[in-house]
């Protein structure tokens, strides 16, 4: 009696065991998430400021794509903007520069794109910062 008990109770744990592996085997897989961060540095093209001379922007991108499973998905933030070439062969360029370039940075990080106000006083220089800004994000995008 021992015996013939004994062999059903291992086919009930066998079973048992076995349904559990076939049911966790058939369930749906949580779907791994991976995270890539990448920086990537982007020169916009000489803008023209009129008579005063060519203003080029440069702009650090981070590049984040997350992968859940066949879905990706990219987001980009302009982390800093540096403007190497600016109107300043004249006392006049260089004091627009000096006051306008800092304002149009900050508004330009602040909106994340080319949407910034032109600054009075510094039209010229405001109009060839949005066009350079311009030509660094089409490269950016591109990436």
Same mark, same amino acid.
């Given at each position: %009696?021992?015996?013939?008990?004994?062999?059903?109770?291992? %086919?009930?744990?066998?079973?048992?065991?076995?349904?559990? +592996?076939?049911? $966790?085997? %058939? $369930?749906?897989?949580?779907?791994?998430?991976?995270?890539?961060? /990448?920086?990537? &540095? *982007?020169?916009?093209?000489?803008?023209?400021?009129?008579?005063?001379?060519?203003?080029?922007?440069?702009?650090?991108?981070?590049?984040?794509?997350?992968?859940?499973?066949?879905?990706?998905? +990219?987001?980009?933030?302009?982390?800093?903007?540096?403007?190497?070439? *600016?109107?300043?062969?004249?006392?006049?360029?260089?004091?627009?520069?000096?006051?306008?370039?800092?304002?149009?940075?900050?508004?330009?990080?602040? /909106?994340?794109? &080319?949407?910034?106000?032109?600054?009075?006083? $510094?039209?010229?220089?405001?109009?060839? *910062?949005?066009?350079?800004?311009?030509?660094?994000?089409?490269?950016?995008?591109?990436?």
């Amino acid at each position: %009696m021992r015996r013939p008990l004994t062999i059903i109770l291992t %086919m009930l744990a066998l079973t048992v065991t076995s349904g559990n +592996a076939l049911a $966790a085997a %058939m $369930a749906p897989k949580a779907a791994l998430k991976k995270i890539i961060v /990448a920086k990537k &540095t *982007f020169t916009g093209s000489l803008g023209q400021a009129d008579r005063w001379g060519n203003v080029q922007v440069t702009i650090v991108v981070t590049k984040t794509t997350t992968v859940t499973g066949t879905k990706k998905v +990219a987001k980009r933030h302009i982390d800093s903007i540096k403007v190497p070439v *600016f109107p300043d062969h004249t006392g006049r360029s260089q004091y627009i520069s000096e006051n306008a370039l800092p304002l149009l940075i900050q508004e330009a990080l602040k /909106a994340q794109s &080319t949407h910034i106000y032109i600054i009075s006083g $510094a039209t010229y220089t405001s109009d060839a *910062f949005a066009q350079s800004l311009q030509a660094a994000i089409t490269r950016e995008k591109a990436w």
